[in-house]
């Protein structure tokens, strides 16, 4: 029994050890599958979180051809944190090899202290956006796709929304105009442009 006696105590050292490491093993899985925070309480987004959903409308709703996605000119990275970007980001879609004249651009940057006097709302007022309505949250269109103005060649149409802590745009440009584009296809721009908005924000 005395020999049975001092095996048990290695035993249950060893017990005890695997246990331990079974604990930081699941904890470290437990921490790597929870997403990151910042300090405000929000959930981390990447570049890539807000522009990447726009591939597919490029290629199926609104196509682009061969489209391509970069990154502020290719200088930042998909997974760069959204709030590095102190000015806001840009995401480009563009034709691979140049081989159609329409291209767009989608823009996020933070909610500044002034946009409801000066900064967003001043710059719609000034540059002739108009409300849509019937979305779930506020979202603004000016609608130049004909081309047809003294100061313009290029068919565009140009999507607003503010959904803090940001505002998020879109630009859709043929820089041979007219921008063939359907009511359909601007419905389904803003919706997307709601919903990525809106889910970066949480």
């Keep these: 029994m005395k020999g049975q006696g001092r095996c048990i105590e290695p035993m249950l050292s060893r017990q005890a050890g695997f246990a331990a490491s079974s604990f930081a093993v699941i904890a470290s899985l437990i921490t790597a599958c929870t997403p990151a925070h910042d300090s405000g309480g929000r959930q981390s987004h990447t570049a890539q979180d807000f522009c990447a959903p726009f591939l597919e409308y490029f290629r199926t709703d609104f196509p682009i051809h061969d489209v391509k996605l970069s990154y ?18 840009q995401c480009r879609f563009d034709p691979t090899g140049n081989t159609s004249p329409i291209w767009a651009s989608i823009n996020l940057r933070p909610t500044r202290s002034d946009d409801d006097t ?24 000016r609608d130049q796709h004909t ?12 999507l607003y929304t503010r959904i803090d802590p940001w505002v998020g745009s879109i630009e ?25 908005t809106e889910a970066v924000g949480k």
């Excluded at 502020?72 to 998909?78: A, E, F, H, I, M």
């Excluded at 047809?148 to 290029?154: C, E, M, R």
């Design 72 to 89: 502020n000119g290719k200088t930042s990275k998909p997974d760069q944190a959204l709030d590095s970007f102190e000015y806001g980001l």
């Design 118 to 141: 000066k900064g967003l709302a001043a710059y719609l007022g000034e540059m002739k956006f108009t409300p849509l309505t019937g979305y779930e949250k506020p979202i603004w269109v």
């Design 147 to 158: 081309g047809q103005t003294p100061l313009q060649d290029k068919g565009t149409i140009e």
């Design 172 to 196: 859709i440009i043929d820089e041979s105009a007219p921008l063939a584009i359907t009511d359909a296809q601007v419905a389904k721009a803003a919706n997307l442009l709601i919903s990525t």
